[in-house]
């Protein structure tokens, strides 16, 4: 045993007396930094409890948890969360506090007396080994000051920093307690200027993230700071290399060949089935793609560099391909699927300072924690040695990554016959609607001497404040049944009585190793025979060492696996999944509830049914996340368990929870909903959810309910007569999943993230609904064209605007007051001069042909504004396309498409996608501010021509697996990359395009790449390499006339490529035909460029002042006085005015030309005419153009409101409006704050 006296623990710089304030700068030496701003936050305290037990006093304060050190006073510390604003640095924190209070009398607070593996006997009272003898003898307040900084963390982007406050103060010499009210926070920050961002590249402005967020923060306001376009994100290398598919996915399966390639019954297969069928768009990835891909290798695009050789193992391989998939595909869960020998653990380090821990035990270098492929910020290992996840192993030195992006659960299967168990039993109890869903068990053991599991189980079954810390009982529908040593002692085959009766969530503190758990042994897991599933959560030890078998770290040797593992896949009986420890549960060394262990599971389950955060991956990860302010606490235990928790069980999966599925009508019939208490149900939802196949859910009142509703089932109708639906801001108002015919009519849906939305479902009629001010009103997903073939009919609305959905329909035109356009086995149908906003799709076009979609604007739609699947001879031209989360145009399985003169621009993921199609002509478009710009994915034959692609976040254009397409006088600049052509794309033709300033390369080719002509292209000044062909498999590709010019280096060459006549400087392994390097050298020229044309206002009348403003580079290097430009305004080729700029010395340069609008459609051309002074042989892009709109002015006889929604991107309200005199109908609605009114802007 150690002992340790005369700790000091905390040192802090400056205390003044009644008011204690701090500051602390933490700017960043040599940050660009501008726009320094103050937070203030202010916490308020009740009076603390004082609990006595013997000669000991204990302070209870509530909101609070108790920080314990060795020796020291426990006191209770409050854990302030304060969202950062986006590209802050911190310069200064204060805290200071109010109406300081003194308890009356004199007390002695308990040393504390450290942690005990979970069996180890408990201590008298007045046996107390540890004293800090510094503290108890001090006549200071204790601690010292009121804060520290406990950490920096950085969840999805977002910066948290976690401020330990403490608003209780002793004095052990008078034994005073003195404590404040209220505490202040003020804090100060500088911020970057934009040019010198550094957004985390974990940032991915999602809803879903920021939502997420709002769980784990106290200031949810600052969260808007994040809201950045994409174009002011600082760059991010984000080619997926392993993955293809042209889409996002939502869940990420990873496993083996051998697993993956199962014959068995239930197979990972079915399981991304089932996923995706239920929204969850799921993929599997093998783990030999991940590590065989150079890019996920320690020095690859997405490695942590190879200063450590861990760093280049399977672990960091398949971590860094998390990081690519987290980034680029969006995802939000991981499934490892292997155990310990296929998806090696990652081993963390921690030691405890413990008193009661046997010699060897103090410490483990090797805790199997699968929160490594979650957490994705730094490398767990700072220092480059043997061991990760030290305190100071984080970023620069910092506390290790806590807030996890993504979601980990591990499936420990070693073989297909254990795949299809963990399958089968997931899917079954997600099917699940059953009685049993309401049986819980609590098991408690003696855990020797005065130490019992009862009070531990019973803080969870009631719910408890205790120890400050708070969580929820089990709601009143659950049956609770309790098995506690301390009341009567129960054996294993009372136990094991109760999982074969079936029981749906068991939770257990108790006696645990390798091969026992809840007093059974692994022979006993095997032989149960329950056919529902049970959730299962153990403080036990070691009972989820999943690295089992081999030798345990300061335990000793397991020959097989754990028995947890025997729970979940070793039969197709026991649990569906278990959370439990792979190392030693933790315990008070007095047998008190102020316990590691017994905190995470308290808050587990205040994530389930206090936070309804039902899916189990993420709830396991918030029960750790909400106590992150307490990682150092009671002498390092906290630590301990939070890294060796862990999810053996999907993490998606959600737990049970909704009443209403436990109690199932005893017969099928139609049901009836009302709040008056005279009909079968109080709520729709309930109804919904216990409503059998084939029959009616009908609400008798006109009343407002709550809740989402989920229609699961064939033939099922929900009749709402007229009632609303009114959400929180979250979930979906109705959902028809999985469920042929159903029938939703006569309902009002309002305020959720989706409206009504209809997944995997055939056939489902929509009659009579409203959908009102969702985030996302309506939506539909399938993968096959029954699941689009709907009746939907006019009577729906959305916003008070028609839903137009036709099916099987020819010549028809779609009026201009459609708010969604559904097109599916159609002919000859138009939709033109729409505004589409705020759906799943703006508009889908299924299985059809001849479709023109004409001058719309489409924005703001979740997945992409247009969706275009099995069709042919569809044009899609002069249209706005902007702001949707997902692609601006998704392009799938069709051809003979045009694509024209579109504005394309500020799409999350890309501007246009396309996916196994061909003979498609895409051309005249502006394709800016994405992810990618153009994404082709299987695709042949297609032609990109004339497109302005620029200020894409990756790449201007790419093609993956595409071959024979041609691409020609496109204007690529200002991406990430250019051009790339990967995987297998051949024999494809890139000619006569302008690829500049873009921020790495002009065009790359790789991985077998081959046979493609490039010829005739200008790439020029491109900040790392004009064309690379970087992977040795890429051959025979040809360049011919290029001009590669004023890039760093303008050719790199990995293979034996061939070409001539090109011009370039800088060349690494090329020659052109009989030369050294290119055959041309670059001459002296300088390009001057208009890249950007705006104006304001974005909507302008006649009449008006319109500002147009243009942005004009110089990439070459002037530097002569007289070098001057005359940049020229041109209406419909009409010359109306000019300025003149000087580019000496410059690189680019802001112009602003206002011209007095009139009424009609315009073409605006800004040209840069660098005269006789500047020898500029390429003026090709010396000029932009742009189309305007411009309106007459509105007067004010509107009929009134008809729609108004917040729009998030802009952050203002958006409203549409009846037609006045002289009015088009879109005009915007945003809060005028000085006039305390909403102000409205007409077109």
């Not at 911020?191 to 010198?196: P, R």
């Not at 306001?221 to 950045?228: C, L």
């Not at 955060?613 to 909400?626: F, L």
């Amino acid at each position: 045993m150690k002992t340790k006296t005369n700790i000091t623990l905390y040192s802090y710089a400056i205390l003044i007396s009644t008011i204690l304030v701090f500051n602390f700068s933490l700017t960043a030496e040599g940050t660009i930094l501008y726009e320094r701003g103050t937070q203030n936050y202010s916490y308020n305290f009740p009076e603390p409890i004082i609990k006595s037990l013997g000669i000991y006093d204990t302070i209870i304060l509530p909101g609070t948890y108790p920080r314990a050190d060795i020796g020291s006073p426990t006191i209770p510390v409050k854990t302030a969360k304060i969202l950062l604003p986006a590209d802050s640095k911190i310069k200064n924190i204060k805290v200071t506090g109010y109406h300081r209070t003194s308890i009356n009398g004199s007390y002695y607070l308990k040393p504390y007396q450290g942690v005990v593996k979970i069996s180890e006997p408990a201590l008298n009272y007045t046996n107390n080994q540890a004293v800090n003898v510094t503290i108890y003898n001090s006549e200071n307040e204790f601690p010292k000051n009121l804060y520290s900084i406990e950490s920096i963390q950085n969840f999805r982007g977002y910066k948290i920093l976690l401020l330990n406050l403490y608003p209780v103060h002793y004095t052990p010499k008078t034994g005073k307690i003195n404590y404040y009210k209220n505490l202040n926070v003020e804090i100060e920050t500088e911020k970057q200027h934009y040019a010198a961002k550094k957004i985390s590249n974990k940032f991915r402005n999602r809803i879903e993230d920021k939502k997420e967020l709002l769980n784990l923060i106290d200031n949810p306001e600052i969260a808007d700071t994040y809201a950045v376009p994409v174009y002011l994100q600082s760059p991010q290398i984000l080619t997926l290399s392993v993955p293809e598919q042209n889409e996002s996915y939502d869940y990420v399966i990873i496993t083996n060949n051998a697993l993956n390639n199962s014959t068995e019954n239930w197979t990972f297969q079915n399981l991304s089935d089932w996923k995706t069928q239920k929204g969850i768009k799921t993929k599997i990835v093998t783990i030999e793609l991940i590590i065989n891909d150079h890019d996920y290798w320690c020095d690859g695009l997405w490695g942590d560099g190879c200063g450590n050789p861990g760093f280049n193992d399977t672990q960091s391989r398949i971590r860094n391909f998390i990081k690519d998939a987290y980034q680029t595909w969006g995802i939000r869960y991981v499934l490892l699927g292997g155990d310990d020998e296929i998806i090696p653990h990652r081993g963390f380090y921690c030691h405890i300072e413990g008193m009661f821990l046997p010699p060897g035990e103090e410490t483990d270098t090797d805790i199997p924690s699968d929160m490594y492929y979650g957490c994705l910020d730094g490398s767990f290992n700072y220092n480059n040695n043997s061991y990760y996840g030290e305190v100071g192993d984080g970023d620069a030195g910092g506390e290790n990554d806590l807030f996890c992006e993504v979601y980990i659960g591990r499936a420990p299967v070693s073989n297909t016959r254990e795949v299809s168990y963990f399958v089968m039993k997931t899917i079954s109890y997600e099917n699940s609607n059953d009685s049993y869903l309401s049986k819980a068990l609590f098991a408690g053991e003696n855990l020797q001497a005065d130490h019992w599991g009862k009070e531990a189980m019973d803080e969870i079954k009631d719910g408890s404040n205790n120890w400050g810390l708070y969580n929820p009982p089990f709601p009143s529908c659950f049956n609770t049944e309790t098995l506690y040593d301390k009341d009567t002692s129960w054996d294993k085959n009372t136990i094991i009585n109760k999982i074969n009766d079936n029981f749906h969530i068991i939770n257990h503190l108790g006696h645990a190793s390798f091969w026992i758990d809840m007093k059974m042994l692994t022979s006993d897991a095997d032989a149960l025979t329950n056919i529902k599933y049970f959730f299962g959560y153990s403080q036990g030890c070691v009972a989820g060492a999943f690295d089992c078998p081999g030798t345990i770290e300061g335990v000793g040797s397991c020959s097989g696996d754990a028995i947890i593992e025997h729970f979940v896949v070793k039969n197709p009986t026991g649990a569906f999944a278990f959370i439990g420890n792979s190392r030693y549960g933790l315990a008070d060394e007095e047998g008190t509830t102020n316990a590691p262990s017994q905190f995470y599971q308290r808050k587990f389950y205040d994530a389930v049914f206090g936070q309804k955060i039902t899916n189990i991956g993420r709830a396991n990860h918030y029960s750790k996340e909400s106590l992150a302010g307490m990682i150092n606490s009671h002498t390092g235990g906290m630590r301990w368990v939070y890294y060796e928790l862990n999810l053996l069980g999907d993490p998606e999966t959600p737990l049970h929870i909704n009443c209403s599925a436990f109690n199932p009508p005893a017969e099928c019939k139609n049901l009836t909903v009302c709040k008056n208490g005279s009909c079968d149900y109080a709520r729709i939802d309930d109804a919904a959810g216990a409503v059998c196949r084939g029959y009616a859910v009908t609400v008798m009142d006109n009343e407002t309910y709550n809740g989402t509703v989920s229609l699961f089932g064939n033939n099922i109708t929900l009749n709402c007569n007229g009632a609303k639906l009114v959400g929180s801001g979250s979930g979906t108002g109705i959902t028809v999943l999985s469920s042929d015919n159903a029938l939703v009519k006569n309902c009002m849906v309002e305020n959720y993230t989706y409206g009504i939305s209809l997944l995997y479902s055939a056939y489902v009629n929509l009659h009579n609904n409203s959908m009102q001010n969702n985030t996302y009103n309506f939506d539909v997903e399938g993968s096959e064209i029954s699941h689009y073939a709907h009746n939907i009919s006019t009577s729906n609305r959305i916003n008070n605007k028609l839903m137009y959905y036709l099916v099987g329909e020819q010549d028809e035109k779609l009026s201009e007051d459609c708010a969604f356009a559904g097109v599916v086995s159609c002919k000859n149908i138009t939709i033109s001069n729409t505004t589409l906003t705020n759906n799943g799709y703006g508009a889908i076009i299924i299985n059809s042909s001849d479709i023109k979609v004409v001058n719309n604007t489409i924005r703001n739609h979740e997945h992409s504004g247009i969706l275009l699947k099995n069709s042919s001879l569809i044009n899609i031209s002069h249209n706005n396309i902007t702001s949707n989360t997902n692609n601006g145009i998704t392009l799938g399985e069709s051809k003979h498409c045009e694509l024209f003169n579109n504005s394309i621009r500020d799409n999350s993921a890309r501007g246009i996608s396309m996916e196994n199609s061909s003979l498609i002509n895409i051309s005249h478009n502006t394709i800016s501010e994405s992810f990618n710009g153009i994404y082709m994915f299987g695709s042949s034959k297609n032609r990109i021509f004339n497109n302005d692609m620029s200020s894409n976040t990756n790449n201007g254009i790419i093609l993956v697996e595409s071959q024979e397409n041609e691409l020609f006088n496109n204007s690529i600049t200002r991406n990430f990359d250019g051009i790339w052509v990967y995987k297998s794309s051949n024999n494809n033709f890139i000619n006569d395009n302008f690829l500049s300033y873009n921020k790495m390369r002009g065009i790359g080719i790789e991985n077998l790449s081959v046979n493609n002509s490039i010829a005739d292209n200008i790439i020029k000044n491109n900040r790392d390499i004009g064309i690379w062909i970087l992977t040795n498999d890429s051959k025979n590709n040809t360049l011919n006339f290029n001009t590669i010019c004023g890039n760093p280096v303008d050719i790199n060459d990995t293979d034996n490529n061939s070409g001539n006549d090109n011009f370039c400087d800088v060349a690494y392994n090329w020659n052109d035909t009989g030369a050294v390097g290119c055959k041309q050298v670059c001459s002296e020229e300088y390009d001057i460029a208009v890249e950007v044309v705006l104006h304001y206002p974005l909507n302008p009348v006649n009449n008006s002042v319109l500002h147009i403003n243009a942005v004009v580079v110089s990439l070459g290097n002037i530097n002569k006085n007289s070098d001057e430009v005359n940049v020229s305004l041109f209406i419909d080729d009409i010359y109306q005015n000019s300025v003149i700029v000087n580019l000496t010395g410059k690189f680019v340069v802001d112009v602003e030309i206002n011209w007095t609008a009139v009424f009609g459609e315009h073409n605006i051309t800004i040209i840069a005419d660098p005269g006789e002074l500047i020898n500029e042989t390429c003026e090709t892009n010396n000029e932009l153009s742009m189309k305007l709109w411009v309106y007459h002015e509105c007067d004010l006889n509107f009929d009134g409101i008809i729609y108004q929604d917040w729009d998030d991107l802009m952050r203002s309200y958006k409203c549409f409006l009846g037609i006045g005199k002289n009015c088009d109908k879109i005009s915007f609605q945003d809060w005028e704050g000085i006039r305390r009114e909403y102000e409205c802007f007409f077109n």
